[in-house]
Antibody, heavy 122, light 106 residues
Framework: EVQLLESGGGLVQPGGSLRLSCAAS????????MSWVRQAPGKGLEWVSA????????YYADSVKGRFTISRDNSKNTLYLQMNSLRAEDTAVYYC???????????????WGQGTMVTVSS | DIQMTQSPSTLSASVGDRVTITCRAS??????LAWYQQKPGKAPKLLIY???SLESGVPSRFSGSGSGTEFTLTISSLQPDDFATYYC????????FGQGTKVEIK
């Protein structure tokens, strides 16, 4: 069964850091681009960042550029999101999502994790 | 950046109704559009990709149409399991979601 399992969320103070992980199983992880998508409480979905299958190409939303870093370890079938300089507006459920094809761009998200909550508050 | 606008924001309907949700892009995205269903406390689920292709396992009462800047998601006969929030997403240039349409019980 294809599965994504996020971890690493929690409560952090403004200006702090957090690293999220997403463990993948049931598919050839290195063959697919991956993304992080977030959803603030009671709000809609916001794409955050994406990375190619090899890890060589990355993209970021303007709202997180320079503060967040996406990476992956294909030997561990794991996706990461390093979040620095966190702000109250980063409070959200963070989902990892698998690209529908092997392409980084022009691909919808066919598999999603269950999400991990990040709360930025003093 | 490409903006996506869904309408309506909320839709009240009854079981058996035909339901249509519209999504407009701020510029042409060809057919690079997906539709997702999300239930409270759950992750989104892919329904439609490339504007009109039905994802495997999704009931055939769901259909998508459109190209360029105007797209629609249609549920031909609303079922109890379909009450949820629906999002469109463009993936022509990075990724952008619409604000969502909540389908609630009338």
């Amino acid at each position: 069964e294809v599965q994504l399992l996020e971890s690493g969320g929690g409560l952090v103070q403004p200006g702090g850091s957090l690293r999220l992980s997403c463990a993948a199983s049931g598919f050839t992880f290195s063959s697919y681009a991956m993304s992080w998508v977030r959803q603030a409480p009671g709000k809609g979905l916001e794409w955050v960042s994406a990375i190619s299958g090899s890890g060589g190409s990355t993209y970021y939303a303007d709202s997180v550029k320079g503060r967040f870093t996406i990476s992956r370890d294909n030997s561990k079938n794991t996706l990461y999101l390093q979040m620095n300089s966190l702000r109250a507006e980063d409070t959200a459920v963070y989902y990892c999502a698998k690209g529908y094809t092997s392409l980084l761009l022009r691909a919808a998200f066919d598999i999603w994790g269950q999400g991990t909550m990040v709360t930025v508050s003093s | 950046d490409i903006q996506m606008t869904q309408s309506p924001s909320t839709l009240s309907a009854s079981v058996g109704d035909r339901v249509t949700i519209t999504c407009r892009a701020s510029q042409s995205i060809s057919s690079w559009l997906a539709w997702y269903q999300q239930k409270p406390g759950k992750a989104p689920k892919l329904l439609i990709y490339k504007a009109s292709s039905l994802e495997s396992g999704v009931p055939s009462r769901f259909s998508g149409s459109g190209s360029g800047t105007e797209f629609t998601l249609t549920i031909s006969s609303l079922q109890p399991d379909d009450f949820a929030t629906y999002y469109c997403q463009q993936y022509n240039s990075l990724w952008t979601f619409g604000q969502g349409t909540k389908v609630e019980i009338k």
